[in-house]
């Protein structure tokens, strides 16, 4: 795969992360109702957390799976 692409790829989910992460704070304001912006921050933090968790445990099952192969 040529580097453009990955690169291309990367720089794409980067705007699309950022811009999730910057409207859905106002958006859980102003269409679900959150009370208040420190709420809607936390949940918004969660989705970040979660990456955070998933890549931790994707790396541990990959090393995991290829310690078993080698």
């Not at 992460?21 to 208040?36: A, N, P, R």
């Not at 949940?43 to 078993?68: C, F, P, Q, T, Y």
């Amino acid at each position: 795969m040529p580097i453009g692409v990955v690169g291309l790829a990367s720089v794409e989910r980067v705007a699309h992360v950022a811009g999730v992460t910057s409207w859905f704070v106002f958006y859980l304001l102003k269409e679900k109702g959150v009370e208040d912006a420190a709420q809607a921050a936390v949940r918004v933090s969660g989705l970040e957390l979660g990456g955070l968790m998933g890549s931790l445990i994707a790396g541990k099952a990959s090393d995991w799976l290829i310690s078993r192969c080698a």
